[in-house]
């Protein structure tokens, strides 16, 4: 990643470069309250008659995100699971994917078995859990509204599938998930990637959350793909978000913006800090009209 980037010359490059805007949507499009902000919709659809194309890269999945791209006129890629499933919105066709299959998903679902955090299992375009994540379906439910209860999350189907699992994100207490995090970097490295979070908008305190992956995907690679597939560089790519899965994707563009809210780590990689927040609203019309593309 080119987090050594000089921040400042890219803060001078200029704006009359940007050619396409990522979003992010959860704490970026989205405000607290799970609305739109009418300003933040409208210079989206306006955008494409300027001449910028605009594409999502969002840690959700294509079934929670498919309809926002839609409501905001984005047609075309769209880069799901921080950049491990990317799929076309005019046509629902699969551009790339990236899930944990086969020895890779057998080691993963041995260790959850072993410390047993509560698990949402992330395939097929929606969530399969088992009571054990009963009280915390209203965390997770904002990736994808297509949320099945089943007997066994670990022993769900999806493991044995050729295509496998695309994610998997576990809710438990701080020691449960810290403990299976590094028993997760230590039995399948190089294979998986899995972060320990605590959760921003818990149900239930103190919780913390675990994301686990594929290796080698990031909404960096996502913002790399959507630039390779349009043509562009990535010095002609801007992006606005507000988590630390962001900051791969703010490494790689040539302008980038950050929520007001955002930790002072993902606001020290930024070009830009908004003054918008995800209790405002309004985040990307501010961004765009930084940028000089709308007044």
């Given at each position: 990643?080119?987090?050594?980037?000089?921040?400042?010359?890219?803060?001078?490059?200029?704006?009359?470069?940007?050619?396409?805007?990522?979003?992010?949507?959860?704490?970026?499009?989205?405000?607290?309250?799970?609305?739109?902000?009418p300003?933040?919709?409208?210079?989206?659809?306006?955008?494409?008659?300027?001449?910028?194309?605009?594409?999502?890269?969002?840690?959700?999945?294509?079934s929670?995100?498919?309809?926002?791209?839609?409501?905001?006129?984005?047609?075309?890629?769209?880069?799901?699971?921080?950049?491990?499933?990317?799929?076309?919105?005019?046509?629902d066709?699969?551009?790339?994917?990236?899930?944990?299959?086969?020895?890779?998903?057998?080691?993963?679902?041995?260790?959850?078995?072993?410390?047993?955090?509560?698990?949402?299992?992330?395939?097929?375009?929606?969530?399969?859990?088992?009571?054990?994540g009963?009280?915390?379906?209203?965390?997770?439910?904002?990736?994808?509204?297509?949320?099945?209860?089943?007997?066994?999350?670990?022993?769900?189907p999806?493991?044995?599938?050729?295509?496998?699992?695309?994610?998997?994100?576990?809710?438990?207490?701080?020691?449960?998930?810290?403990?299976?995090?590094?028993?997760?970097?230590?039995?399948?490295?190089?294979?998986?990637?899995?972060?320990?979070?605590?959760?921003?908008?818990?149900?239930?305190?103190?919780?913390?959350?675990?994301?686990?992956?594929a290796?080698?995907?990031?909404?960096?690679?996502?913002?790399?793909?959507?630039?390779?597939?349009?043509g562009?560089?990535?010095?002609?790519?801007?992006?606005?978000?507000?988590?630390?899965?962001?900051?791969?994707?703010?490494?790689?563009?040539?302008?980038?913006?950050?929520m007001?809210?955002?930790?002072?780590?993902?606001?020290?990689?930024?070009?830009?800090?908004?003054?918008?927040?995800?209790?405002?609203?309004?985040?990307?019309?501010?961004?765009?009209?930084?940028?000089?593309?709308?007044?």
């Amino acid at each position: 990643m080119k987090y050594d980037r000089d921040i400042s010359w890219r803060k001078n490059n200029g704006a009359s470069g940007v050619r396409l805007v990522a979003v992010d949507l959860d704490g970026t499009l989205f405000t607290d309250e799970g609305s739109m902000h009418p300003d933040d919709v409208r210079v989206l659809q306006q955008l494409p008659s300027l001449g910028v194309r605009v594409s999502v890269v969002t840690g959700r999945l294509y079934s929670g995100t498919r309809h926002v791209a839609h409501r905001i006129g984005v047609l075309g890629p769209v880069a799901c699971v921080d950049g491990s499933h990317i799929l076309d919105t005019r046509t629902d066709n699969e551009l790339f994917h990236a899930p944990m299959a086969g020895a890779t998903a057998h080691l993963v679902r041995g260790v959850l078995e072993e410390f047993a955090p509560s698990c949402f299992v992330f395939a097929h375009d929606q969530i399969v859990h088992d009571s054990l994540g009963d009280a915390y379906v209203p965390y997770v439910q904002t990736w994808s509204k297509r949320i099945i209860r089943c007997r066994s999350a670990t022993r769900h189907p999806h493991w044995e599938h050729p295509k496998g699992v695309i994610e998997v994100v576990c809710v438990g207490q701080e020691e449960t998930i810290q403990t299976t995090v590094q028993a997760l970097t230590t039995r399948a490295a190089g294979l998986v990637q899995a972060v320990g979070f605590p959760l921003r908008r818990a149900v239930l305190q103190p919780i913390w959350g675990m994301v686990v992956r594929a290796a080698g995907c990031s909404k960096g690679t996502a913002v790399r793909w959507l630039a390779d597939r349009f043509g562009y560089d990535l010095t002609e790519v801007a992006a606005i978000g507000d988590w630390r899965n962001d900051i791969p994707m703010f490494a790689e563009v040539g302008r980038s913006f950050a929520m007001g809210q955002a930790p002072d780590d993902v606001r020290a990689t930024v070009t830009d800090v908004l003054t918008a927040t995800s209790a405002t609203g309004g985040g990307i019309a501010e961004a765009v009209r930084r940028m000089g593309l709308l007044t």
